[in-house]
Nanobody, 124 residues
């Protein structure tokens, strides 16, 4: 099993930055990929970014490309999402997820454990 705890969300103005963190425990952290997902009110959950077991391969959604960066520190069992130039449309609940295997994926089915999520609200 894997337990995931996110932090770093909050209320910010458009153009601001936030860094989300997700600390994992349980299974060996460096053995699996990680992903960040978000769900806006009234919308379906969508993938934001994913990263492979080593951090050497990442994937970012087109909607946040060049603004959001995913990274991980395997020594700290932590994955990060650096969010810059935030927009009101970035508002939502952001959750991290642990992959079933070592390779990053943008498919929901590739992840088997999810955190509770952290709220990000961006005002205009």
């Amino acid at each position: 099993q894997v337990q995931l705890v996110e932090s770093g969300g909050g209320l910010v103005q458009a153009g601001a930055s936030l860094r989300l963190s997700c600390v994992a425990s349980g299974r060996t952290f460096s053995s699996y990929a990680m992903g960040w997902f978000r769900q806006a009110p009234g919308k379906e959950r969508e993938v934001v970014a994913s990263i492979n077991w080593s951090g050497g391969s990442t994937s970012t959604a087109d909607s946040v490309k060049d603004r959001f960066t995913i990274s991980r520190d395997n020594a700290k069992n932590t994955v990060y999402l650096q969010m810059n130039s935030l927009k009101p449309e970035d508002t939502g609940v952001y959750s991290c997820a642990a992959g079933r295997g070592p390779y990053s994926s943008r498919s929901f089915g590739a992840y088997d454990y999810w955190g509770q999520g952290t709220q990000v609200t961006v005002s205009a």
